[in-house]
C-alpha cells in the first residue's frame, strides 16, 4: 500500500507542479512559485528513500526543464540556438517525466 500512495503522491506533485507552469504561461507573475514548487519537489524527491533513482531522476529532470522554460520566458530572451539546445538535450535525455508534454511547451515558445 505504501509504494501505490507514494507513486500517487509523485504524480500528483509533478501534475501541480505542470499547472503552475501553464498559469505561469498565461500570467507571468506566477513565476516565483512555479520556481519555489519545482525546487520543493526536487528537495522532496532528493530526500525520499523510497524512490528509486532512475524514477527520481525522471522527475528532477522534469523540474530542471520547468525552471529552464520558465527562466527563458521570463526573461524575454528566446535565442533560437538556446531554444533548439533545450530541445536536443530534452530528447537525449533518457528518464524524463512527462517529455511529451515538455516538447509541447517548447515548441509553443518557439
Known amino acids: 500500500m505504501e509504494s501505490s500512495a507514494l507513486q500517487y503522491q509523485l504524480r500528483l506533485k509533478s ?3 505542470r499547472n503552475y507552469f501553464e498559469l505561469f504561461l498565461q500570467d507571468e507573475t506566477y513565476y ?3 520556481i519555489y514548487e ?3 519537489f526536487a528537495k522532496f ?3 525520499n528513500e523510497k524512490i528509486t533513482e532512475s524514477r527520481a531522476r525522471g522527475y ?5 526543464f520547468i525552471r529552464k522554460l520558465a527562466r ?4 524575454g530572451q528566446w ?3 538556446k531554444l533548439a539546445k533545450l530541445r ?7 528518464a524524463v517525466v512527462a517529455r511529451p508534454w515538455l516538447l509541447e511547451k517548447l515548441a509553443e515558445l518557439s
Open 15 to 17: 501534475l501541480s507542479l
Open 72 to 75: 527563458l520566458k521570463v526573461t
Open 45 to 47: 524527491l532528493r530526500r
Open 32 to 34: 516565483n512559485l512555479v
Open 88 to 94: 536536443k538535450k530534452l530528447e537525449r535525455e533518457r
Open 38 to 40: 519545482s525546487r520543493a
Open 79 to 81: 535565442p533560437a540556438g
Open 60 to 64: 528532477l529532470a522534469l523540474c530542471s
